[in-house]
């Protein structure tokens, strides 16, 4: 994607990415050096696309050394990187927001009782849009037990505080590494069928899935199931009623994961039903050589946006398994040009 992504979408814009970068990319060298896949993630793939927000999971060593690596990523991208302390996963979550977009920064979710609920702590952030410094906005870069079910069901509560917030005009923006599926309707993926003989991970099968009521494997879908009927939406379902490229998988593809069913769209963005209206397009991102995870880029419509942190159009409606059909949009004449159409 050209870097004048003004001339590409007409408008300005604000772009959001979320980047499990496996163990961030590995260990220094023997001299000292970065990673060849840390530079990559970073300088190749990040800075050329000169995000406004970078949800990053698997910050494995980025607290290490002063935070060395950390500052480095914030000089190689122009921003702001805020990392909580390590959890019992021992691959912290960061966030790295534009200071020209957002230029103040407040740490929430910071004591030791919160973070205890989370095998890897996510970082939450509350900030406000430039052009609109009388609503917060609170955004999340969480990483989801990859472990337990019962576990992510847990941190999924948590998450709720923040998306309660709504009610008192704080918008809200959250995605990572979710670690289960997306429900199974309107996705260019079916669901993994469990009893499959090319299922060969017996661990990941108790990672992945519940028990049914005539004792099968379901897939866990718990995470996407409550966000959705809290009333936030997926930004690449949105995007998908004209770009089902969207829907791409995200994990599942590298050699690691082989015998566990094949690519699945497990890392996925959400955002609150006045800011996915903003939705201009949603990209999944080739890491393939950098990382086991291809990152999600959200395209933002920015004057589209300041008029949903405004909330100067109603929400949109509860998503449901039908997908966004025309009776779920609201206001299509305060639409911004350029938008995904209703």
């Known amino acids: 994607m050209p870097v004048r992504a003004r001339e590409k979408y007409r408008e300005p814009i604000v772009r959001v990415i979320s980047l499990n970068l496996e163990r961030d990319g590995g260990k220094d060298t023997a001299d000292g050096a970065f990673p060849q896949r840390w530079l990559d993630a970073h300088e190749g793939i990040l800075a050329p696309r000169r995000p406004d927000i970078v949800l990053r999971?698997?910050?494995?060593?980025?607290?290490?050394?002063?935070?060395?690596?950390?500052?480095?990523?914030?000089?190689?991208?122009?921003?702001?990187?805020?990392?909580?302390?390590?959890?019992?996963?021992?691959?912290?979550?960061a966030m790295f927001l534009r200071p020209e977009t957002f230029p103040s920064t407040e740490i929430l979710y910071d004591s030791d009782a919160q973070r205890a609920w989370w095998r890897t702590p996510p970082t939450v952030v509350k900030t406000q849009l430039a052009e609109v410094p009388d609503v917060d906005w609170v955004m999340v870069s969480w990483h989801a037990a990859f472990n337990s079910p019962r576990g992510r069901e847990r941190e999924t509560e948590e998450l709720t505080t923040f998306v309660d917030k709504m009610k008192a005009g704080t918008a809200f923006l959250g995605g990572g590494d979710c670690n289960e599926f997306p429900l199974e309707p309107g996705e260019k993926v079916p669901h993994i069928d469990w009893t499959s003989q090319q299922i060969t991970d017996p661990v990941h099968v108790r990672h992945r899935t519940n028990t049914g009521p005539d004792g099968s494997r379901v897939s866990c879908t718990y995470l996407d199931d409550t966000l959705l009927g809290c009333g936030l939406h997926d930004a690449a379902r949105y995007a998908a009623r004209v770009n089902t490229e969207a829907l791409n998988p995200t994990a599942g593809h590298a050699p690691g994961a082989a015998g566990q069913g094949g690519p699945r769209r497990i890392d996925r963005i959400y955002l609150d039903p006045w800011i996915v209206q903003a939705v201009l397009d949603?990209?999944?991102?080739?890491?393939?050589?950098?990382?086991?995870?291809?990152?999600?880029?959200?395209?933002?419509?920015?004057?589209?946006?300041?008029?949903?942190?405004?909330?100067?159009?109603?929400?949109?409606?509860?998503?449901?398994?039908?997908?966004?059909?025309?009776?779920?949009?609201?206001?299509?004449?305060?639409?911004?040009?350029?938008t995904v159409p209703a």
């Open 57 to 93: 999971q698997a910050a494995t060593y980025s607290h290490l050394d002063g935070e060395r690596r950390l500052r480095a990523a914030e000089d190689a991208l122009g921003m702001k990187g805020i990392l909580p302390p390590n959890g019992s996963g021992r691959n912290p979550t």
């Open 282 to 338: 949603v990209n999944v991102l080739d890491t393939t050589g950098v990382s086991d995870h291809h990152g999600v880029e959200v395209i933002l419509s920015r004057r589209k946006l300041a008029e949903a942190l405004r909330r100067n159009f109603l929400p949109l409606a509860l998503w449901t398994p039908a997908g966004y059909g025309s009776h779920h949009i609201h206001h299509r004449n305060t639409r911004s040009e350029g």
